[in-house]
């Protein structure tokens, strides 16, 4: 089945700084690709859906402006964590969305292993 | 609004066991239905789907059935193996191709499955 990397896989960082997150598609071109953050005991929740090539849009409640998404080719999609604070801490977790083909696939999302971010 | 109540785990196991991981659904429409296995280490991956009721999701001896008069998606195998040790997500999608894309998951539940 299809791939999806992200990396680093875990960070550590301190209080103020930014880190960025990758989040690669490695053997199909994801048109969209979904950003999910994952506190422990709790689901998955959506952060924001980002397309290739334009803006993404950030579900009720999400910084726009802490949590900057770029999604500037169709393997690649990147989350930046802003001046991060112990409250950032969080397992964060990408999806693609096979572009390419039509029918069934377009409603399968592929998953990233995830990254551990801890802001100390 | 959509959501999913998982029952809570984690779920211990002997082999070859029945397995059943309970999952109800609030939405409105008829969202599609799904079934994400996390193996440790590793990203979601799909296990089944149902886009529509009575449906029933199969694959790797994992079955589920899409019941709309109980709202229900409830995860079934006959005999687990330790190989089966993981987490479980229940999710919905809102309409069978529409809504964006977009998933709403349930907690996860942790299977453990023992010698």
């Known amino acids: 089945g299809a791939v999806v990397s992200q990396h680093p896989s875990r960070v550590i960082c301190k209080s103020g700084t930014s880190v960025k997150i990758e989040c690669r598609s490695l053997?199909?071109?994801?048109?969209?690709m979904f950003w999910y953050r994952q506190f422990p005991k709790k689901s998955l929740m959506l952060m924001a859906t980002s397309n290739e090539g334009s803006k993404a849009t950030y579900e009720q409640g999400v910084e726009k402006d802490k949590f900057l998404i770029n999604h500037a080719s169709l393997t690649l999609s990147t989350l930046t964590v802003t001046s991060a604070h112990p409250e950032d801490s969080s397992f964060y977790i990408c999806?693609?969305?096979?572009?390419?083909?039509?029918?069934?696939?377009?409603?399968?999302?592929?998953f990233g292993p995830g990254t551990r971010l801890t802001v100390l | 609004g959509n959501s999913v109540t998982q029952m809570e785990g984690p779920v211990t196991l002997s082999e070859e066991a029945f397995l059943t991981i309970n999952c109800t659904y609030t939405?409105?429409?008829?969202?599609?239905l799904f079934w994400y296995v996390q193996y440790p280490g590793e990203g979601l991956q799909l296990l089944l789907k149902?886009?529509?009721?009575?449906d029933k999701g199969s694959n790797k001896g994992f079955e589920a059935t899409y019941r709309k008069e109980t709202t229900s998606f409830h995860l079934e195998k006959g005999s687990v193996q330790v190989s089966d040790s993981a987490v479980y997500f229940c999710a919905l999608r809102r309409g069978p191709t529409g809504g964006g894309n977009k998933l709403t998951f349930g907690t996860g539940t942790q299977l453990k499955v023992e010698l």
């Open positions: 999806s693609a969305r096979d572009g390419t083909s039509g029918g069934s696939s377009t409603d399968t999302q592929y």
């Open positions: 939405a409105t429409g008829y969202p599609s």
């Open positions: 053997d199909f071109q994801a048109t969209t």
């Open positions: 149902a886009t529509k009721a009575d």
